[in-house]
RNA sequence: GGUCGGGUGGCCGAGAGGCGAGGCAAGGGACUGCAAAUCCCUCUACACGGGUUCAAAUCCCGUCCCGACCUCCA
């Protein structure tokens, strides 16, 4: 089976061809920094990454950018908050971004674009917009786009022009028709502004996309991703205005779908116990992405405390088996792919389907623990291993290791051998209080004692 | 008003005309000196009412309920 991909504009699952032989090109509507991330956030991030990851893994070369949204009301309503310049909130917040990002081992883009770094090419792009017709410049400073000059429009929501609800605030002294959008807004007392040839400013929201997207990816490229909520009006404005300008734009649209809480979208009113920080007080950056990245990405995912600590617990079981089966190995396990797996993943992402075969691969890894069977363990440990990786969740990832603890290890081991020595002549006089000692004290040091085939083997809670 | 998703076992979550997804929890069993870990077994669900069909959780009609978007939300 080759990689299918849903597409939100043709509402359909249909087999991904890339433009380029061995190349994609994917633009991902990135954050407005305006404040920490809450997992809704993230979950976002872990998707596309792995739609990434199992691109590379599938062969190709892909280049995913990424963008940072740093000037924009909210941002502006902060920076006056907080007695702060608006790109000091934009640089603070990017930064908090950028490290819950690597807490869940989301690959860096491999561009990550900035808004106000683009001013050149949006005052590029609406100069082509004005000369052939499709925007307009009412002269106070602001720009439009005339949507009704458009030959489509609201193709991917697919929505009638005329059942647009106004926005309240519509300014319709300056649009021709209150359902024009902003290219360019003129610049108010105190906010900052870049200059244009129709009066000074800063880019409407929608602009900087078209702009960032065409300058680093051309024309034309294979995949636009980003929040179900940005549907409409933002990538409906993405591509009102990119194919005004001529351009062919995405040639597929991805959305995901969100975490909820209480069967409502996250946000900022439901206050900050969701912010990722907040919750890697309970659990690893790792599991955190395992239970994000476990429903499928079209799918609303239900957050509870429960559902978290279940999916980490999972987690821990499968970890717990890749660490045996390398103690039994000798080595680490390599990277393989079940069949199973891939068809999965080549069905639009099912994850939860994959999910469904890494269990399997578990149970039969253990079932070969209990029997010694070393052929069978490296394959299960190879293939669970190789299904991690392209979650983003191997535990032998060097983003997920923790500093600190490797060099205490060998220590830390042979003073718990130590203790299991003695432990086992106890057991063997049958001195069970004097052995059961030896357990329940190591137990209070938070460290759990598993008696198997090959020895009791130890790890820490 | 318009557009679009949902409602699946105790819980979480797949599936989308036939063949019991999977996980977590729970109960029973095997192993163990006892535990832990592991394995095996059990728990046969699809909002409601009609319809289509040899066959419906899945398709159609209706009803109820929940949610998203409708101009700067991932």
Known sequence: MTLHLYDTASREVSEFKSLKPSQVSIYVCGATVQGPPHIGHVRSGVNFDILRRWLIKSGYDVTFIRNVTDIDDKILHTAKHDEMPWWAVAMKYERVFTAAYAELNIMPPTYEPRATGHITQMIELMQKLIDNGAAYAPGNGDVYLEVRKLKRYLTLSRQNIDDLQAAADADETNKKDVRDFALWKA????????????????????????????????????????????????????????????????????????????????????????????????????????????AHYRSMLEYSPAALEESATNFRRIESFLKRATEIIGEKPTLQLGKEFRDAMNDDLAVPTALASISENLRLGNQAVTDNDKAAIAKNANEIRGALDVLGCDPFDPAFVQSGSSDLTPALDGAIKLALAERASARERKDFAASDAIRDGLADLGITIEDTAQGPRWSIN
């Open 187 to 294: 610049a108010k007392p105190g906010d900052p502004s870049w200059p244009t040839p129709w009066g000074p400013g800063r880019p409407g929201w929608h602009l900087e996309c078209s702009a960032m997207a065409h300058a680093y990816l051309g024309e034309k490229f294979d995949i636009h991703g980003g929040g179900l909520d940005l549907v409409f009006p933002h990538h409906e404005n993405e591509i009102a205005q990119s194919e005004a300008a001529g351009y062919g734009f995405a040639q597929r649209w991805l959305h995901n779908a969100w975490v909820t809480q209480s069967g409502e979208k996250m946000s900022k009113s439901l206050g900050n116990s969701l912010q990722v920080n907040e919750i890697l007080k309970s659990v690893r950056g790792i599991e955190l992405r395992w239970y994000l990245g476990s």
